[in-house]
């Protein structure tokens, strides 16, 4: 299950930006479901919200280092959770499919711009990262209760 999750959040993310490069002018908006979003062409060569921009070299080291270790954790630590699984599997095709941008790219491609609020504009991996994260935050929050009422 979670190779199929990591593998199909990369080819999602990369297809959806491939599609956006190849039928978007930069900076070119177009509707997509009125009063939630529209697709608008981006490039971000910083992390979340312009933090780090122009730090490639960084950006670059801090990704293959969080891969290196989700992946630890996804092949490792995972192996009794379904949820655990799917956190790491979320979390792992995140940071691959930025880095990958970030590699070929220099930057990382974003597309999806929220129109009912004031939002940055970001992508699949993006997305896949903010569930992961907030799986994992779930993960921490059980595994301490857990442990707070073995003692």
Do not use: C
């Given at each position: 299950?979670?190779?199929?999750?990591?593998?199909?959040?990369?080819?999602?993310?990369?297809?959806?930006?491939?599609?956006?490069?190849?039928?978007?002018?930069?900076?070119?908006?177009?509707?997509?479901?009125?009063?939630?979003?529209?697709?608008?062409?981006?490039?971000?060569?910083?992390?979340?919200?312009?933090?780090?921009?122009?730090?490639?070299?960084?950006?670059?080291?801090?990704?293959?280092?969080?891969?290196a270790?989700?992946?630890?954790?996804?092949?490792?630590?995972?192996?009794?959770?379904r949820?655990?699984?799917?956190?790491?599997?979320?979390?792992?095709?995140?940071t691959?499919?930025?880095?990958?941008?970030?590699?070929?790219?220099?930057?990382?491609?974003?597309?999806?711009?929220l129109?009912?609020?004031?939002?940055?504009?970001?992508?699949?991996a993006?997305?896949?990262?903010?569930?992961?994260?907030?799986?994992?935050?779930?993960l921490?929050?059980?595994?301490?209760?857990?442990?707070?009422?073995?003692?």
């Amino acid at each position: 299950m979670g190779i199929l999750i990591i593998l199909g959040v990369l080819i999602l993310d990369q297809a959806v930006k491939f599609y956006i490069q190849t039928n978007f002018a930069l900076h070119e908006a177009r509707p997509a479901i009125r009063g939630l979003f529209q697709w608008f062409y981006l490039h971000n060569d910083g992390a979340g919200w312009g933090h780090f921009a122009n730090q490639r070299f960084f950006l670059i080291t801090i990704s293959t280092l969080a891969a290196a270790y989700l992946f630890y954790l996804w092949r490792y630590e995972a192996q009794d959770s379904r949820v655990a699984k799917l956190t790491y599997s979320l979390l792992l095709g995140g940071t691959l499919g930025n880095l990958l941008d970030r590699i070929r790219l220099g930057y990382v491609v974003d597309m999806i711009d929220l129109t009912f609020m004031d939002f940055p504009v970001f992508n699949v991996a993006d997305m896949a990262l903010t569930v992961g994260g907030f799986l994992l935050i779930v993960l921490l929050i059980t595994d301490s209760r857990k442990k707070g009422g073995a003692e």
